[in-house]
Nanobody
């Protein structure tokens, strides 16, 4: 699976942004999908994950209620809608695909990664 993330940019605090991650291949629906982010000098951290058919979603406490993960298996795409953005949300955001057998909050649980898209939130 090859993943291509897009949609990042510069936003003011309080604004909204939607990230997209397009996947190649015909097995997209067999993967649990996740979003992670990494700010300069910090470790990559879990943001959100979604089950294979989109019924189950999981969020980091820091984004719960503000971010929404969704997927469209017909389009091989996973989305991350980010609302009420804060400066501390600034990071490179990565999408990733997992077989879903391990802890979805851990980067090592994911088998494929996109290249990342930069989100910068100004105060």
């Amino acid at each position: 699976v090859q993943l291509q993330a897009s949609g990042g940019g510069l936003m003011q605090a309080g604004g909204s942004l939607r990230l997209s991650c397009a996947a190649s291949g015909r097995t997209f629906s067999s993967y649990v999908m996740g979003w992670f982010r990494q700010a300069p000098g910090k470790e990559r951290e879990f943001v959100a994950a979604i089950g294979r058919i989109g019924l189950s979603t999981f969020y980091a406490d820091s984004v719960k209620g503000r971010f929404t993960i969704s997927r469209d298996n017909a389009k091989n795409t996973v989305y991350l809608l980010m609302s009420s953005l804060k400066p501390e949300d600034s990071a490179v955001y990565y999408c990733a695909a997992s077989q879903g057998l391990l802890d979805l909050r851990v980067p090592l649980s994911y088998d494929y990664w996109g290249q990342g898209t930069l989100v910068t939130v100004s105060s």
